[in-house]
């Protein structure tokens, strides 16, 4: 039997990556962007200061 599981959404930051790209490749609206913050409490105390290599939990949006 196959068991067929949904891969967690999870962006590698590159040189150059800001939490607003990130949001705006990964959701199409950079303005999001407090919603990757805030699903990585411990790899993101400074929105601002985020390093290449870091991979960051990316969870999924509920659209209205």
């Given amino acids: 039997a ?3 599981c949904w891969p967690t ?3 590698t ?3 150059g990556d800001s ?3 990130i949001s705006q ?3 199409r609206w950079g303005y999001l962007y407090p919603i990757i913050r805030r ?3 411990g790899r993101i105390a400074d929105p601002d200061l985020i390093y290449p290599c ?3 939990f ?7």
């Fill in 54 to 56: 870091q991979r960051l």
């Fill in 2 to 4: 196959h068991i067929w």
């Fill in 13 to 15: 930051v590159a040189s």
């Fill in 58 to 64: 990316l969870p999924r949006v509920r659209r209205r």
């Fill in 25 to 27: 490749r990964h959701y």
């Fill in 9 to 11: 959404p999870v962006a």
């Fill in 39 to 41: 699903a990585n409490p």
């Fill in 19 to 21: 939490l607003w790209r």
